[in-house]
């Protein structure tokens, strides 16, 4: 059986910083891609950061680049999203996702991912 779960969430004021961990079991990680995907209320699932475990590769949507930054540790299964400055805007469920996808490449398409975590609550105070 596949797991996603996504930990790290919290409280945290403007300008404040917080780690998410993906810990994923039941699949060969190096095939997948990981991505993080926000939710904030009312609003649509929109990705803004992947990682393809097989080659490393990264990317940021411009809203979170140069603030947050994801890595991976294959020994443990596991990605992590460093989220720095953070902003009122960012308030949200935040989902992690793992698709089985070539290295290098990655999708943004909610659609198209294979397993889903339950999502953690990142809430940002001004």
């Known amino acids: 059986e596949v797991q996603v779960v996504e930990s790290g969430g919290g409280a945290v004021q403007a300008g404040g910083s917080l780690r998410l961990s993906c810990v994923t079991s039941?699949?060969?990680?190096?095939?997948?891609?990981i991505m993080w995907f926000r939710q904030a209320p009312g609003q649509a699932r929109e990705a803004f950061s992947c990682i393809s475990i097989g080659d490393g590769s990264r990317w940021h949507g411009l809203r979170v680049k140069d603030r947050f930054t994801v890595s991976k540790d294959n020994a443990k299964n596991t990605v992590y999203l460093q989220m720095n400055n953070l902003k009122p805007e960012d308030t949200g469920v935040y989902y992690c996702a793992a698709d089985r996808r070539p290295p290098g490449l990655c999708t943004t398409d909610p659609a198209e991912v294979d397993y889903w975590g339950k999502g953690t609550l990142v809430t940002v105070s001004s």
């Open positions: 039941g699949l060969v990680f190096v095939d997948y891609a």
